[in-house]
Nanobody, 124 residues
Framework: QLQLVESGGGLVQPGGSLTLSCVAS????????VTWFRQAPGKEREGVSC????????IYSDSVKGRFTISRDNAKNTVYLQMNSLKVEDTAVYYC?????????????????WGQGTQVTVSS
């Protein structure tokens, strides 16, 4: 079965940190760009960060730039999202998505595989 599985979400206080993981099973993530999306209640899904297959190209949304770091370990078939200085407005379900092409526009139409999502709640 081809799938992406996210983990690492949870409840954290403002200013805290979390690291999300996205593990691929049933296929090799090496040849795929991976994008992290998020969706807060009542809001549209938005792209957070994208990393190319060779890690040479990375982009962040303005809302997380300087606070979040995306990385990947192809040997582990895993992509990470390190989230620091978390804010209440970062609360959302976070999804990872794999597509054959890197995109600076967080294009969901280029996604081949979606994860099921992991909840991140930032609250005091």
């Amino acid at each position: 079965q081809l799938q992406l599985v996210e983990s690492g979400g949870g409840l954290v206080q403002p200013g805290g940190s979390l690291t999300l993981s996205c593990v691929a099973s049933g296929f090799t993530l090496d040849y795929y760009a991976v994008t992290w999306f998020r969706q807060a209640p009542g809001k549209e899904r938005e792209g957070v960060s994208c990393i190319s297959s060779n890690s040479l190209d990375i982009i962040y949304s303005d809302s997380v730039k300087g606070r979040f770091t995306i990385s990947r370990d192809n040997a582990k078939n895993t992509v990470y999202l390190q989230m620091n200085s978390l804010k209440v407005e970062d609360t959302a379900v976070y999804y990872c998505a794999a597509g054959r092409y890197y995109s600076t526009r967080f294009a969901s139409d280029l996604v081949n595989y979606w994860g099921q999502g992991t909840q991140v709640t930032v609250s005091s």
